[in-house]
T-cell receptor
Framework: GAVVSQHPSRVICKSGTSVKIECRSLDFQATTMFWYRQFPKQSLMLMATSNEGSKATYEQGVEKDKFLINHASLTLSTLTVTSAHPEDSSFYIC????????FGPGTRLTVL | AQSVTQLGSHVSVSEGALVLLRCNYSSSVPPYLFWYVQYPNQGLQLLLKYTSAATLVKGINGFEAEFKKSETSFHLTKPSAHMSDAAEYFCAVSDRAAGNKLTFGGGTRVLVKP
């Protein structure tokens, strides 16, 4: 398996600011991580696949310049929401690929 | 492209009654299928998975699911609901040809009545 943590668990920011969310694989070296977004009462939508040492692969419709992903090490991937707006308020969840996906606890982002 | 449909966004069951959550999938290749549970403001926990071995899969917390290729279904059941089963449940299919990306169904919220 894999144990995955996310930081912060909750964040509130003002419109126009940038927010960084960390996803850590605590007991497994992950070459691949995934980032999902979940709006209230909705399902998870894959935003991007994060590959260690290379550029992330974004899903159709996800702005790569707005959602910056950095997977600089085998245990850490970061998602930065740049110039956040209220419509970016959501629950962001990462997962680590180790034969199957293991999910982090999620980060609740609220943009005022 | 793969897709997952969960019939019923909400299911209400009495404690001790059967829980049945429906999932149908579409996949161009033999699928890997998953059921996850999500409690409020938490990530997803794997209940069980089908990876082309036995068609009846047993998972945690007394849940099981049966893969039926002819019906393209992977319904989740539990014989006797417990109050702690109240949560959101997601069915997902893995795209093994595209880095094992998961496509999720819309989710089913389970309410357990005492």
């Amino acid at each position: 398996g894999a144990v995955v943590s996310q930081h912060p668990s909750r964040v509130i920011c003002k419109s126009g600011t940038s927010v960084k969310i960390e996803c850590r694989s605590l007991d497994f070296q992950a070459t691949t991580m995934f980032w999902y977004r979940q709006f209230p009462k909705q399902s998870l939508m894959l935003m991007a696949t994060s590959n260690e040492g290379s550029k992330a692969t974004y899903e159709q419709g996800v702005e790569k310049d707005k959602f910056l992903i950095n997977h600089a090490s085998l245990t850490l991937s970061t998602l930065t929401v740049t110039s956040a707006h209220p419509e970016d308020s959501s629950f962001y969840i990462c997962s680590v690929m180790n034969n199957e996906q293991f999910f982090g606890p999620g980060t609740r982002l609220t943009v005022l | 492209a793969q897709s997952v449909t969960q019939l019923g966004s909400h299911v209400s069951v009495s404690e001790g009654a059967l829980v049945l959550l429906r999932c149908n999938y579409s996949s161009s290749v033999p699928p890997y299928l998953f059921w996850y549970v999500q409690y409020p403001n938490q990530g997803l926990q794997l209940l069980l998975k089908y990876t082309s071995a036995a068609t009846l899969v047993k998972g945690i917390n007394g849940f099981e699911a049966e893969f039926k290729k002819s019906e393209t279904s992977f319904h989740l059941t539990k014989p006797s609901a417990h109050m702690s089963d109240a949560a959101e449940y997601f069915c997902a299919v893995s795209d093994r040809a595209a880095g094992n990306k998961l496509t999720f169904g819309g989710g089913t919220r389970v309410l357990v009545k005492p």
